[in-house]
Structures are given as C-alpha cells and as structure tokens.
C-alpha cells in the first residue's frame, strides 16, 4: 500500500505546482465568501501561492509525466516563470486598484489562478490534446474577467468580442490539429516530427493548409497581426490590472505552446513557416507601431506597443535555431519587468470616478509624483530599446539571432518600426516633463505596488546592465530539448 502512494506521488510530480495553484483558488473563494472581513488577505494569499508554485517550479527535476503527455523541462520552466512572475507582480498592484474600481477581489484572484493553472499546461504540453486542455482552461476564465467590472460598460463589449473571436481562432486550431493527426496517426509533439520524416509529408498540401491552420490560431493567441484585431478593444475594455495581465501572462503562453509545436513538431517545415513568420513579423510590427502614433488613450496605446512586442518575439522563433528560441525567450522575460511597469503606473493615475487611462492623464506627473514620473521614463525607454535597459538588451539578441539566420530584410524593418516607436513613447515623456498638470490629487501607492514597481526597475535595468545570465539559464533551459 505505501509502496502503491509512492509511485502514484511520483506520477503527479509534474503536476504539483498545477495542483496546489488550484487549491490556492478554492482556499480564496471560501475566504471571500466566509470571511469578508479578511479579504485584505486575499492577495498575500495568492502571492504565497505563487512563490510557493515558483519555487516548485524551478526546483523541480526534469521530468516526462502521463506518457508523454507533460513535459516538465527547462523549456517549460521558462515560461512558467514567466507566467508565475506575471501574476505575483499583478497581484501585488492589484489591491488598491481593485478598490479603486470596487471589483470583487475573491472572484479576481481565484479565476487569475484558474487561468494561471492552464498557462502552465501549455508551457509543459508534450501533447496537442494537453496543449488545447491547457490552452482553453487558459482562456475561459479570462473570459469572466474582461467582464468582471460590470459597472464598466466597456467590459461587457470586451468580454463578448474577446470570446467570440477566441472561440473562432480555437476551432481553427482544432481543425489543423486534426489534420495532423489524420495524417501522422498521433497527437505526441514528438512523434509527429518522426512521422512527417518517416512518411516524407514535408510536400503533402494537406499538412501544408494544417501548417497554416495552427499559426493562424497561434497568431491569434499572441496576437500578431493580421490577428490582432482583437487585442485593442479588449486591452482598452477590459480593467487595467487585467489587461497587464493579459498583455504578458497569455502572450507568453501563446508563445510556449508556439515554439513547442514549431521547433519539437514541425521542424521539417522550417521552409514553410520561417518565411510566414518573417512576414508575420513585419506586418505585426508595423501595425502595432504605425497606429500607436494616432492614439490619445495611454491604455490603448499601450496596446498596440504589445501588438508590436508580439512582432519582436517572432523574429527569434522564426530562425528555426536554438539561439533564437533561447533570444525570444530572454526578450520575454525581459518583456515582463518594462510592460508591467509601466501598467503599473499607469494604474497609480486611477482615482475613483476617473480611468486616468489618457495621455493628457500624464502631463505635469513629475510635478504631482517625480519618482512615479522617473519611473516611466524608465519603462518607456526600455519600451523604446534604449541602453542600458532590458528592452535593448532584449532587441539585440533577436536582431543578432535573426540575421545570423540570414533574415536581413526582416531585421532592416525591425530596426526601422523600433525607431518609429521612439515617437509615440517620448511623447509620454514630454507630456510628464513638459507640461502642466491636468490633476491635482496626490497619487497614493500602496505597499504591494510599491513592492511590484521596485521589482519591475529591477528587473529593467539588472536585466540591461547584466543580461548574460539571462541568456545562458534560456540557453541551458532548451539544451535537453
């Protein structure tokens, strides 16, 4: 019998940290229901949670769970911290804001870790059946938190336009993976790379309109254009702590799941999908840069930086190696700390009855707060790829690894669109710096999300001034895959 709860301990390992991030969100649903005199508890519990699942996660041995099924490697772990670093930092924001708005709090934290547990999956999916039980356990909840703030008419139009389009890229997804199994006979990622080369399928124009299929759902779900369409409306509906959330967490799932399926299950069609990428690449970052420079909104703006962001990270998957992989992946990370933080701030402007979500909510904020103000010229900057930030570090690494894959045309247009959103985010610098202030109230910062700004400086200049140790945990982490 012990020798029986031995093994069966052992098959959950992969799962553990999944496990108790469930158990965390039903703990915080019975808080808010039983307890609602102690809901200020609620986001240390989640953060303990998430240290606690971050701390599994990187201790954790590498490990193949449920036949294939989960794979927990160095790959998976990067984007679960990823992931897991998204959601800490979050919460840690979250408190005062969630007040501001009168969101409710117990709902917020346990569907975020519901949402959280299916991001986790597709970091570690070995299988296409994993990946999409992942992939929706991902979104549903995410669905309920656009429309959370019912208050907020925006919300509702986010939330319906965020699920009909989700559940539009989803049934293509299936049907391309359908089609891959049809033709290969198996759903293991794996696998599939050995069927397609044992069955010479590289030509087969049914594989070929499978290829097309999955990254047009995987387009949707990083939100690369013309895929994008989504992204605007539902970043500026949906509540501004969300929509920090959705602008890392998801992406960088997107990206996992992306990365697994192109480089473990289809690198026979490098030839296919690395020109469509690079394609994909400069049309994202020349939608998400060229109609940034039109927008009076801070929150839509913001918006359309990480349409280009996605645009970045593509050009690291589409070389086809490992050192643009492991590049995207430090772009990632790095991606993290500068867009959190400047969500962050943007959140300090909110103010109950005012969104403070426009630009001209930012004139004169060195006058009313000089060290929030200093803060986002730094996250701007690094926003922009200006040393010694992250951003820089970040953008370099890709441009290297994409010209070394011999996509100069592709690294001329990105060097080009980053110059061009240069514009859009210096002119928040001078609106802070140059201009008289609209407001006149103090900004209040809590604890927490003085905590999460203090990380996010961190990471943005730890990351610009020292970034090798960054790109060698990403290069050791994919060294097994």
């Keep these: 019998m012990i020798a029986s709860v031995a093994v069966n301990w052992t098959a959950l390992e992969p799962v553990l940290p999944e496990l108790l991030l ?9 808080f808010d229901l039983f307890l609602p005199r102690q809901r200020q508890l609620l986001p240390w519990l989640t953060v303990i949670g998430c240290l606690t699942a971050l701390a599994m996660v990187l201790g954790a041995r590498p490990a193949i769970g449920f036949g294939g099924m989960l794979l927990a490697d160095g790959y998976a772990m990067v984007f679960k911290s990823i992931c897991l670093g998204t959601v800490i930092l979050t919460t840690l924001m979250s408190e005062r804001f969630c007040a ?8 917020y934290y346990s569907l975020t870790l519901l949402s959280l547990v299916g991001m986790l999956l597709m970091a570690a999916a070995g299988d296409l059946m994993t990946l999409y039980l992942g992939l929706e356990l991902m979104a549903l909840p995410i669905y309920a938190l656009v429309g959370l703030h019912k208050r907020d008419g925006r919300t509702s139009e986010a939330a319906i336009k965020y699920f009909l389009m989700g559940g539009f890229a989803s049934a293509l997804l299936l049907f391309g993976m359908s089609l891959v199994y049809g033709l290969t006979g198996t759903t293991e990622i794996a696998r599939i790379a050995e069927e397609i080369t044992a069955r010479q399928l590289t030509a087969n124009p049914a594989l070929l309109l499978a290829l097309g299929l999955l ?17 605007p409306d539902v970043y500026e509906g949906a509540p501004t702590i969300l929509t920090a959330f959705m602008s890392v967490a998801p992406k960088a799932a997107g990206f996992a799941v992306f990365g ?7 690198p026979a069609l490098h030839d296919q999908w690395g020109p469509i990428l690079a394609v994909l690449a400069l049309l994202t970052m020349a939608v998400g840069n060229i109609t940034a420079l039109c927008q009076q909104s801070l929150k839509r703006m913001l918006a359309y930086s990480s349409i280009a962001h996605a645009g970045y990270a593509l050009l690291g998957l589409l070389t086809g190696t490992i050192e643009g992989l492991a590049a995207a992946m430090t772009y990632l990370v790095m991606y993290l700390f500068m867009n959190i933080g400047a969500f962050a701030v943007l959140m300090l402007l909110a103010a109950p009855g005012r969104a403070g979500e426009s630009l001209d909510d930012c004139k004169g904020l060195a006058a009313r707060n000089p060290m929030a103000a200093a803060l986002m010229l730094v996250f701007l900057f690094s926003l922009t790829g200006i040393p010694p930030t992250g951003g820089f570090i970040g953008k370099f690494y890709l441009l290297k690894a994409a010209f070394a894959a011999g996509y100069t045309a592709t690294v001329v247009g990105a060097v080009l669109f980053s110059a061009i959103s240069a514009y859009f985010y210096l002119r928040v610098v001078r609106y802070m710096y140059m201009d008289e202030p609209r407001q006149t109230d103090v900004l209040h910062v809590s604890p927490g999300m003085s905590a999460a700004l203090g990380l996010c400086l961190l990471g943005v200049l730890g990351l610009g001034v020292f970034p090798g140790s960054l790109l ?9 895959m």
């Design 22 to 30: 469930i158990g965390v969100a039903v703990l915080l649903i019975g």
């Design 100 to 107: 501001v708005i009168n969101l409710r709090q117990g709902e």
């Design 215 to 231: 990254l047009t759902g995987f387009g949707f779900k990083v939100a690369a254009a013309p895929f994008h369409l989504w992204t």
């Design 260 to 266: 697994r399926v192109l480089y473990l299950g289809l």
């Design 472 to 480: 060698d945990w990403t290069l050791a982490a994919l060294s097994g």
